[in-house]
Structure formats: structure tokens, C-alpha cells
């Protein structure tokens, strides 16, 4: 018999993978996003498509205490997943905002959500977390509108969040690929 992919099982490896990378080669922080729009940026994400710009970052909530995630209006895709890349939202036209934009909150374990109305409040099993999105607006203009308006910053910081740092690859070489042995199956 052929091997078995066992991607489903390995995956776990990706955040952490990704994580390193992007700080490593990209000097990227708890609050700052990565912007991949080139195809040749795209080149270390394992399910990109050659058209759509992404948003990623990995705030780590030990660091930056509960997280707030501005996201605006607008047509996007994204979400928020824990460092093991299990759902904890969705957002934008399949999440609780519906496309309209809204605050999220995203608190660590042992962290207490504050007092927070008129945010959408996660709860996250994992101090380090994964937050995207995609762009579905076709229109470039609109497209980078909507990137400049995703913010990441401390909920202690909400009088008067730091800009979120936008990095772009340019061409320095960076993975999200899960290590090789993941990739392989068993024989049965």
C-alpha cells in the first residue's frame, strides 16, 4: 500500500513553524502583521493562491495581555485560531461581525476579560495565537485600504493603541512548511 498523509496530524507544526520564521527572518512582534501579496512572498505558505493578498501575525497574549483586533468593514476572510490551529473565531463575511467590521478581544489562559462591551470577547485556550485574514476585494485601492485598517494592540493600550506595524517579506526568505517527517505516512 502507499503512504499514508498524515498533514491532519502534523499541522500542529505549522503555527510554530510560521511563528519562528516570521520573527526570525521578518523581525516580526507580538502586534506587527506580515502582508503577502506577491506571489513570490507567498512562496512558504503550504495553501496560498496567487491573487489574494494575506494578513498574518502571532501575538503571544503573555506578552501583550488580552489582544485587541480592530478589524475593519469590508469584504475579508479571516480569523483566529489557537498555536495548534484550532478555530477560535472567524471573521468578516463568515464571522460574527458579517462582513461590518467590529472589535475583538482575545484573552489568554488565566487572563480575566476586561470589561469589554461592544467587543466580540475569545477566549483562547494557548497564550501564542494565530491571527489572519484574506482580502477578497478585487479593487487594489480597496485592498489596501482594508490592509492599512486591521489593528492589533493591548487591550491596555485601547485610549491610545502604538500604529500596528505593517511588514512585508521583499524577498527574504521565510517558511511555514511543517517539518518533512510530517509530510510522510505509514505504510499499511
Not at 491596555?156 to 502604538?162: A, L, Q, T, V, Y
Amino acid at each position: 500500500m502507499l503512504p499514508r498523509p498524515i498533514f491532519g496530524r502534523c499541522r500542529s507544526s505549522v503555527s510554530p513553524e510560521w511563528q519562528a520564521s516570521t520573527r526570525a527572518a521578518l523581525g516580526a512582534e507580538d502586534t506587527d502583521l506580515v502582508i503577502y501579496e506577491s506571489v513570490k512572498d507567498k512562496l512558504g505558505i503550504l495553501t496560498a493562491n496567487a491573487t489574494t493578498p494575506y494578513i498574518g501575525g502571532f501575538p503571544d497574549l503573555s506578552k501583550t495581555g488580552p489582544l485587541v483586533i480592530d478589524y475593519p468593514k469590508g469584504a475579508t476572510a479571516g480569523g483566529v485560531g489557537d498555536f495548534w490551529q484550532r478555530p477560535l473565531t472567524d471573521m468578516g463575511e463568515t464571522g460574527p461581525d458579517k462582513g461590518e467590521g467590529g472589535k475583538y478581544l482575545v484573552v489568554g489562559p488565566g487572563q480575566t476579560a476586561p470589561d469589554a462591551k461592544d467587543y466580540t470577547v475569545i477566549q483562547s485556550p494557548t497564550n501564542n495565537v494565530f491571527f489572519a485574514c484574506r482580502v477578497l476585494d478585487p479593487d487594489p485601492a480597496k485592498a489596501k485600504a482594508l490592509i492599512e485598517a486591521v489593528k492589533l494592540y493591548p487591550f491596555s493600550e485601547k485610549d491610545n493603541p502604538k500604529p500596528t506595524k505593517l511588514i512585508r517579506p521583499e524577498g527574504r526568505a521565510w517558511s511555514q512548511v511543517p517539518p518533512r517527517l510530517c509530510l510522510l505516512g505509514k505504510a499499511e
